[in-house]
């Protein structure tokens, strides 16, 4: 996006139409976006050359909806295994806090036996 909102005023030139698109994006960015459709549009004709520019760009508007799902849906599904993965990590998180706090514990358990038996200290009382 342009940074303080303006409207860009470009003009297309696709199959031979010319075309202004006003857009707040970036010229350079338009004009991509309009090479990208000519070369759909062109590739869809050389494969069947006696199409209409007409049909051949509603072919390219299919197959631009068509990635645009695909893409989408793949967000989606990467957005939910993140979301799996964050929760994963979340509870081996707290697992591994259980297993240091247990640690911890039986660390002060051995202490304690270890200072109770401690060698050379006489455990038989009964002689």
């Known amino acids: 996006m342009n940074p303080v909102n303006k409207k860009n005023r470009v003009r297309l ?36 050359p006696s199409s209409s520019v007409t049909a051949a760009a509603v072919l390219a508007a299919l197959d631009f909806c068509d990635e645009s799902r695909k893409a989408s849906d793949s967000a989606d599904n990467l957005r939910l295994q993140i979301k799996d993965y964050l929760e994963d990590a979340a509870k081996a998180r707290l697992q591994a806090d259980e297993m240091v706090r247990e640690n911890e514990r039986l660390q002060r358990e051995i202490q304690m036996l270890r200072a109770r038996y401690q060698p050379g200290r006489d455990q038989n009382t009964h002689s």
Do not use: H
């Open 13 to 48: 030139n696709i199959r031979g139409s010319e075309y202004i698109v006003i857009s707040e994006e970036n010229e350079g960015y338009i004009r991509e976006m309009g090479d990208t459709v000519d070369r759909r549009i062109e590739d869809i004709l050389r494969g069947n």
